[in-house]
């Protein structure tokens, strides 16, 4: 079993920025991707990016160029850097770990393939 624990939601003007954590753990170690969702009141969930254990990392169209993903040394907690918000930006957003060794595009932003979840936390953009 892993555990994740999403933190640093909250609420931000438009072009603010924020920094969310996702501490994991249990067993990690049979983990290789931490994708990054949101989901919007009325919305499918969305992934928006997604981080390998070799740090390669994948982003949907809509938040290229202004989040950024990353990971510490242990790989314990990774984090979703978020600039330039939008209101559009604004839903719960979770994390989750996939035990895939490799997901070929877009798999990896398919919340079919990740197997432990996060219990999200908000973020609110006002214009």
């Keep these: ?3 994740l624990v999403e933190s640093g ?3 931000v003007q438009a072009g603010g920025s924020l920094r969310l954590s996702c501490a994991l753990s249990g067993n990690i170690g049979g983990i290789y991707y931490l994708g990054w969702f949101r989901q919007a009141p009325d919305k499918e969930r969305e992934g928006i990016a997604a981080i390998h254990n070799d740090g390669t990392t994948t982003y949907v169209d809509s938040v290229k160029g202004r989040f950024t993903v990353s990971q510490d040394n242990k790989k314990t907690t990774r984090f979703l850097e978020m600039d330039n918000l939008k209101p559009e930006d604004t839903a719960m957003y979770y994390c989750a770990a996939s035990p895939w060794m ?8 398919s919340p079919r393939w990740y197997t432990y979840w996060g219990q999200g936390t908000q973020v609110s953009v006002s214009s």
Excluded at 102 to 109: R, V
């Design 1 to 3: 079993q892993v555990q």
């Design 9 to 11: 939601g909250g609420s």
């Design 102 to 109: 490799y997901l070929e595009w877009p798999g990896s932003l």
